[in-house]
Nanobody, 116 residues
Framework: QVQVAESGGGLVLAGGSLRLSCDIR???????MGWYRQAPGKQRELVAS???????NYADSVKGRFTIYRDNAKTTVYVQMNSLKPEDTAVYYC???????????WGQGTQVPVSA
């Protein structure tokens, strides 16, 4: 009934770019799609999100470098990450927020190591 699957992670050099993709398959109405990340020893934090209406929100640390967008069918959400820094190193997770049940769903995550 619900499937959230990330792809696109991998090792990248500082200053480089990477695009992550997240396919969301659900019979439930998705209100918002977002990317989160968790660095070693730190809490999971919001990177960027986009609502069903197209409104976007970014963490201050990625503003101007990352761009979140989705396909027209609103089933795939992307985050284009430019000018990557070593401090962007983390496991990146996709999350789907629903209007009602089941609340929200997480993907399994994809690793993004950024080498200095």
């Amino acid at each position: 009934q619900v499937q959230v699957a990330e792809s696109g992670g991998g090792l990248v050099l500082a200053g480089g770019s990477l695009r992550l993709s997240c396919d969301i398959r659900s019979i439930f109405r998705v209100n918002k799609m977002g990317w989160y990340r968790q660095a070693p020893g730190k809490q999971r934090e919001l990177v960027a999100s986009i609502t069903s209406a197209g409104s976007t929100n970014y963490a201050d640390s990625v503003k101007g470098r990352f761009t979140i967008y989705r396909d027209n069918a609103k089933t795939t959400v992307y985050v284009q990450m430019n000018s990557l820094k070593p401090e962007d190193t983390a496991v990146y997770y996709c999350r789907a927020d629903y209007s009602e049940y089941p609340g929200l769903s997480w993907g399994q995550g994809t690793q993004v190591p950024v080498s200095a």
